[in-house]
C-alpha cells in the first residue's frame, strides 16, 4: 500500500474527521509524532501495528532503541493520529527542539535510533485445517493489525518463500510425529484428523513418510533463511525444526509415525552441522515419553523431568554495537514471567557457541530466547507457547490480547515482526 | 526383638524409596528398590514401585530379571505374574507375554485376570488392535460373552467406535449396574456427530431398563431434558430401592442444568422419586423440592398438586411441612394470587419468621410490579431492613417522586439484593442526577411499564417523557437526553420497527446532546445497534467518529472493544 492508499483508507470517514475539526477538536500538527513505549504507553501492543501501516504506507520512521522502553518517532500528520486514536495508542507531538533534545539524549547514551522504512512481508505457517490450539504470533499480529499471509508445506515446497520477508512457525512438530499427542490424546477426533491430513499431504508431495515430508519442509526453511529470510520460531517449531535439520539421513521418528521404530543409533549419527542453533542433543528414544530431546529445559509433558517455571530476563546489549540484539529485547519490562509450550526452554549446553543468547533466568540451565545468523538471513527462537497463559492446554480458549495490551512477552514477538523493516545498513551485527 | 529389627529394615528402605520417588529423583529410588529385591525378591511395593520409575529413566530393562526372578519365586501370586506380564508387554516382547499370559490362563481357567492383565497392558502400550484381540480371546475360551464389557467399551472409545463403545457398555450393565455413572461419563463425551446414533442404539427395540437409563442420562448431559426423561420415566415405573436410587440421581444430573426444559425435568424426577420413597420425611422433603423445581419452571399447577400432597401426608416431619408451606406462598406469588398469598403470611403459623419475613418482601415486589403501589408499600410496613428500603426506593421511583427515590437507593447503597441489583439500583441513580424537579409521575409510570416487561409502551412513554422535559425549556442539562437515551436502549432491543425508531432516537441525541456524556453514549448504543442489524460498515463507521470525536468519554474504552468486534479482531471463545 502507497502512501495516497493509506491516506485513503484511514480517512475512510473524512466527513466525520471534518466535522471533528470544525468543533475544533483537531490538536494543531506538530513536526513529529513520538509514541512512548515505556509504562505510560495506553495499548504496546497496537502501537507496534500504528508504525508497521506507517512504514507499509512509505513513510520512514525511526525506531528509538532503549529510549523510554524503545519508542517510535513517525512524522506528524492527521491519518496517523486518526490511526493511533482509534486503537488507542498514546501519541505525543513533540516540536523540532525537542527532536534535537531526544537525538542529544540518545548520542550520549546506550541508544540508537533506527530507521525503519520497507514493511516485511510476512508469512505464518499453519495447516490449512484448523488445529485445536492457538498460536500467539497469529493472535499477535491480528491484534496490532498486521497482515500476513498463511503458508503450509504445499506453500514451502512449491517454492513461495521466496516472496516474503519474515516467516514464522509456531506449534510445528517437524519431526513428523504430531507431537507424540497420541499419548495424550488418542482417539480425538482432531488428532485422527490431523494425521489423516498431514498422510494425505505427503502422498499428494511425493514423500514416503510424515517425517519425511516434514524433514523436506525443514530443509526448504533453512534454504529461505540462507537466501537472506528472517524466521521466528516458538514452542516445538524451535526443537524440531533443528533436530529435523539435524536428521536428514536418520531415522528419529517413532514406529506410530512412519511404521518403523527410532534407528537406536541416531544420536551417534546426527549432523549437527546442518541445524541452525542447537548441536550435541539427545534425541528421546522412547515412544512412550511426550519429549522429543534433552534440548527442552523444562520437559513440561514428561512427569519425572517437568521443571518449574521460574522468571526469565531480558539482556541489556549496547545498542550502538549490537542493534540487532538490542532491537529484539526493546520492552517496558525486563523480567518477564516464563510460561510452558511444548518446548519451553533451550539448555545451555545444547546451543551452538555462534548463538547469541537475548534471554535466560538467572541461575538455571536453559535460556529462553536466542538468535542467530545463517547464510544471509537471521533466525530468532523462543521457548513456550503463549506468553499470557502460561500452562496452556490444548482446547482452552484463546488469549484475547484486549485484555493484555502490555504483555512484555507478546512485545518480543512483536519487535521479531518489526525487525526486518529496519534499515539493513544501520544494523552491525 | 532382633527378628523384628531385621524385617523392619526393608520396610524403612522402601519407604525412603517412595518419599525419593514423590519427590521426583527416581534414580535414587530405584536404586533403593533393587536394593530391597536384592533383601526379599517378590517384595511387590518394590517391584511395582521399579515398573513406576524405570520407564521415566529409559530403564525399564532392568526390570525384567527381578520380576522374572519374583516370578519364578512365587509362580501363584497373582500380583507378580501380572508386574512380569507388564513388564514383557512394555519391553516389546509378545511371544514371551502370551507364554506367560496363557500359561497362567492354563492354572487358571475361570480367572479374566491373565486376559485382563494382557491386554490392559497392551492398551498402555497404545495397541488397542492387539488388546482388543486378547479380549475377544478371553471371551471366547471363558464363555462368557458378557466378560470384559467395559474393557472391549474402553478400547471402542479409543479408536473413535462410539456405537461400539455403547453396544458394550449396555451389556456390561446387566451384569455390572453399579458401572452406570461410569458409563454414562464416559459416552457422554461422544462428539456431537455421534449421539444420535448411540441414543438410538440404546433405546430401539425394548430396552432394558439399565439401557433406558443410560440413554436418559445421556440425553440430558447432550442438552435433551425432556427426551431424556421420557426415554428413563419408564425405567423406573415399578417401586424398588434401586428405581427411587436412580430417579434422584436423574434428578440431581437435571439439576446442574439451568434451562426451564431441565427444571421441568428436575421436578418430574423429584416427584417420582417422592412417590418411591417410604411416605415420610424424605418423601415430603422430595416433594418440596419438586414443587420449588415446578416453580421455577413456570408450572404452578404441577406445583400446587404436589404440594397438596405434602399437605395430606400425616408423616411428613416438620422441616419438610415449612419447606412445603414456603413453596405454597411462592407458588401463590409467581401464580399471581396475592391476596391468597397475603392470608397465607398472616395466618399460617407453620411459616418461619426468617421464611415469613422473605416472602414478605417477594409480595411486595410482586404487588409493585403489578402496580399496587400502595399495597406494596403496606407490606413493608413494619420492615426497616436494606432490602426493603431499596424496594421502597423503587416504589417511591414508580410514583414519580424522584428525590425520594433517589434518596432511599443512596440509603440501600450496594448492599441490598445481588450485584445486579446494585447495579441497576447505581445505574437509576446516574439518570436521577441528571433531572430537575422533585416530581415527574409520567417518568414513574414510564419506568413502571418498563419494570412490568411492556417495553413498547415502556418506550413511547419514555420518549413522551423526555419530550415533556426538553420542551419545558430543558437544555442539554435537563436531563432529556439522558431520558431519550433510555428510551432509545429499550426500543433497540425490540422488533424492527421499535429499532428503526431507536436509531432516529440515538441520531436525535448525539445530534442534540453535545459534549454531554448522552452523546458518546448514544453513539455506542447507535453502533451496537448496527451491528447487530448486520450493517457493520455503518457501525465501525459510528464507532470511529465516536472514538475521535469524544476521546475523553467514559465509553470509548468500550467503542475500542466493540470496533475490534465488528472488525473481527477478537478471537471467538
Known amino acids: ?367 529462553k530466547y536466542i538468535n542467530g545468523n545463517h547464510g544471509k538471513g537471521t533466525w530468532t527462537f523462543f521457548g513456550g507457547h503463549d506468553p499470557e497463559d502460561q500452562q496452556h492446554q490444548i482446547g482452552d480458549p484463546p488469549t484475547d490480547l484486549s485484555l493484555h495490551p502490555h504483555s512484555p512477552g507478546y512485545r518480543l514477538i512483536l519487535n521479531n515482526v518489526l525487525f526486518p523493516a529496519a534499515k539493513k545498513r544501520e544494523l552491525k551485527t | 526383638m532382633a527378628l523384628l529389627a531385621a524385617r523392619s529394615l526393608p520396610a524403612q528402605a522402601i519407604g525412603q524409596g517412595f518419599e525419593l520417588e514423590r519427590s521426583g529423583q527416581y534414580e535414587q529410588a530405584a536404586a533403593i528398590y533393587l536394593a530391597t529385591l536384592r533383601a526379599e525378591p517378590t517384595n511387590i511395593s518394590a517391584l511395582l514401585g521399579l515398573e513406576r520409575v524405570l520407564p521415566p529413566l529409559n530403564r525399564l530393562g532392568e526390570l525384567l530379571p527381578v520380576a522374572q526372578r519374583a516370578a519364578a519365586a512365587n509362580p501363584s501370586n497373582v500380583a507378580l505374574r501380572g508386574v512380569l506380564l507388564r513388564t514383557y508387554v512394555a519391553l516389546n516382547e509378545p511371544d514371551s507375554a502370551r507364554a506367560l499370559a496363557l500359561e497362567w490362563a492354563r492354572a487358571a481357567p475361570r480367572d479374566e485376570a491373565p486376559y485382563r492383565e494382557w491386554a490392559m497392558a497392551l492398551e498402555d502400550a ?230 415469613r419475613a422473605s416472602l414478605r418482601l417477594r409480595l411486595a415486589r410482586a404487588s409493585m410490579l403489578a402496580g399496587e403501589l400502595d399495597r406494596a408499600e403496606a407490606e413493608l410496613a413494619r420492615d426497616s431492613s436494606v432490602e426493603t428500603i431499596a424496594l421502597r426506593g423503587w416504589i417511591a421511583l414508580y410514583r414519580g417522586r424522584l428525590s425520594d427515590a433517589h434518596r432511599l437507593f443512596l440509603a440501600a447503597g450496594p448492599y441490598a439484593g445481588d450485584r445486579r441489583d446494585a447495579t441497576e439500583r447505581t445505574e437509576m441513580v446516574a439518570l436521577l442526577q441528571q433531572l430537575p424537579g422533585d416530581s415527574y409521575p409520567a417518568l414513574g409510570g414510564a419506568l413502571l411499564l418498563l419494570a412490568q416487561g411492556d417495553s413498547v409502551r415502556a418506550a413511547a412513554a419514555l420518549r413522551l417523557a423526555a419530550g415533556r422535559l426538553a420542551t419545558g425549556g430543558g437544555g442539554e442539562g435537563s436531563g432529556w437526553p439522558d431520558l431519550l437515551l433510555l428510551a432509545g436502549r429499550v426500543a433497540a432491543r425490540l422488533d424492527t420497527a421499535q429499532q428503526r425508531s431507536a436509531l432516529q432516537v440515538f441520531d436525535e441525541v448525539v445530534r442534540a446532546a453535545g459534549q454531554g456524556a448522552a452523546a458518546p453514549a448514544a453513539e455506542l448504543e447507535w453502533a451496537r445497534l448496527l451491528e447487530r442489524r448486520a450493517e457493520t460498515a455503518e457501525a465501525i463507521r459510528h464507532l470511529e467518529h465516536l472514538i475521535l470525536t469524544y476521546p475523553g468519554s467514559a465509553v470509548v474504552p468500550e467503542a475500542r472493544r466493540e470496533l475490534e468486534r465488528a472488525k473481527g479482531a477478537i478471537p471467538r471463545s
Not at chain 1, 529435523?244 to 506410530?256: H, K, M, P, Y
Not at chain 2, 458394550?168 to 455421534?194: C, F, K, M, R, Y
Not at chain 2, 401463590?332 to 411459616?351: F, T
Open chain 2, 126 to 355: 497404545h495397541r488397542h488392535a492387539a488388546a482388543r484381540d486378547v479380549l475377544l480371546a478371553g471371551r471366547r475360551a471363558l464363555g462368557r460373552a458378557g466378560a470384559f464389557g467395559i474393557e472391549m467399551a474402553e478400547l471402542s472409545q479409543l479408536s473413535g467406535d462410539w456405537e461400539g463403545a455403547a453396544r458394550e457398555w449396555a451389556a456390561a450393565l446387566t451384569d455390572a449396574p453399579v458401572q452406570l455413572p461410569n458409563a454414562a461419563s464416559a459416552l457422554g463425551e461422544a462428539p456431537d456427530g455421534q449421539r444420535e446414533h448411540i441414543a438410538r442404539l440404546l433405546t430401539d427395540g425394548t430396552p432394558s431398563p439399565l439401557a433406558r437409563r443410560l440413554a436418559g442420562e445421556l440425553l440430558l448431559g447432550w442438552g435433551q431434558p425432556l427426551r431424556g426423561w421420557a426415554v428413563f420415566e419408564p425405567s423406573v415405573a415399578t417401586p424398588s430401592a434401586d428405581a427411587a436410587f436412580a430417579a434422584r440421581r436423574f434428578a440431581d444430573l437435571a439439576g446442574g442444568r439451568n434451562t426451564p426444559e431441565a427444571r421441568r425435568v428436575r421436578a418430574l424426577a423429584l416427584a417420582r422419586y417422592a412417590d418411591l420413597s417410604p411416605p415420610g420425611g424424605v418423601a415430603a422433603r422430595a416433594r418440596a423440592d419438586a414443587a420449588r423445581a415446578f416453580i421455577e419452571a413456570g408450572d404452578q399447577v404441577a406445583a400446587r398438586a404436589v404440594l397438596e400432597r405434602v399437605a395430606q401426608d400425616s408423616n411428613a416431619p416438620p422441616d419438610a411441612q415449612r419447606l412445603a408451606q414456603r413453596a405454597v406462598v411462592e407458588a401463590l406469588i409467581e401464580g399471581g394470587k396475592r391476596d391468597e398469598a397475603g392470608r397465607q403470611l398472616a395466618s399460617n403459623a407453620r411459616l418461619s419468621a426468617d421464611d
Open chain 1, 1 to 367: 500500500m502507497k502512501r495516497r492508499e493509506f491516506v485513503r483508507s484511514v480517512g475512510r470517514t473524512a466527513a466525520l474527521a471534518v466535522g471533528a475539526d470544525l468543533l475544533g477538536l483537531a490538536p494543531p500538527l506538530s513536526s513529529q509524532l513520538l509514541i512512548p513505549m515505556d509504562e505510560s504507553q495506553s495499548d504496546h501492543l497496537k502501537a507496534y501495528g500504528v508504525t508497521y501501516r506507517v512504514v507499509q504506507a512509505g513513510i520512514k520512521a525511526e525506531w528509538l532503541l532503549n529510549y523510554r522502553g524503545g519508542s517510535f518517532l513517525l512524522p506528524d500528520g492527521p491519518a496517523i493520529r486518526r490511526d493511533a486514536a482509534l486503537v488507542g495508542v498514546s501519541v505525543e507531538p513533540v516540536e523540532d527542539a525537542r527532536v534535537t533534545a531526544i537525538r542529544g539524549e540518545i548520542e550520549a547514551s546506550n541508544m540508537d535510533a533506527v530507521p525503519l522504512e520497507k514493511a516485511p512481508k510476512v508469512a505464518v505457517y499453519v495447516p490449512p485445517n484448523v488445529p485445536p490450539w492457538d498460536d500467539a504470533v497469529t493472535m499477535a499480529l491480528q491484534y496490532a493489525g498486521i497482515q500476513f499471509d498463511k503458508v503450509w508445506d504445499f506453500e514451502v515446497l512449491g517454492g513461495k518463500l521466496a516472496g516474503y520477508d519474515w516467516l514464522h512457525l509456531h506449534h510445528e512438530d517437524f519431526t513428523g510425529q504430531f507431537s507424540k499427542f497420541y499419548l495424550i490424546y488418542a482417539g480425538q477426533p482432531w488428532l485422527a484428523e490431523m494425521v489423516r491430513f498431514n498422510a494425505d499431504a505427503a502422498k499428494q508431495l511425493g514423500a514416503a513418510t510424515v517425517p519425511d515430508l516434514k524433514k523436506a519442509v525443514a530443509r526448504r526453511i533453512r534454504e529461505y533463511v540462507g537466501n537472506g529470510g528472517f524466521l521466528f520460531a516458538m514452542c516445538t517449531a524451535t526443537e524440531t525444526l533443528d533436530l529435523a535439520l539435524a536428521a536428514e539421513r536418520v531415522d528419529i521418528a517413532a514406529v506410530f509415525a512412519d511404521g518403523t521404530p527410532m534407528d537406536p543409533q541416531a544420536d551417534a549419527k546426527l549432523d549437527w552441522s546442518k541445524a541452525l542453533a542447537f548441536t550435541g542433543a539427545h534425541v528421546e528414544p522412547s515412544p512412550q515419553i511426550a519429549s522429543f530431546s534433552d534440548i527442552d529445559g523444562h520437559q513440561v509433558n514428561a512427569p519425572a523431568r517437568r521443571q518449574p517455571l521460574g522468571a526469565f530476563k531480558l539482556f541489556n546489549f549496547s545498542a550502538k554495537i549490537d542493534p540487532v540484539p538490542t532491537l529484539l529485547v526493546q520492552n517496558h519490562r525486563q523480567v518477564i514471567p516464563d510460561f510452558y509450550g511444548l518446548t519451553t526452554s533451550f539448555l545451555r549446553t545444547r546451543l551452538k557457541p555462534s548463538d547469541i543468547v537475548l534471554a535466560d533466568e538467572e541461575g538455571a540451565p536453559w535460556v
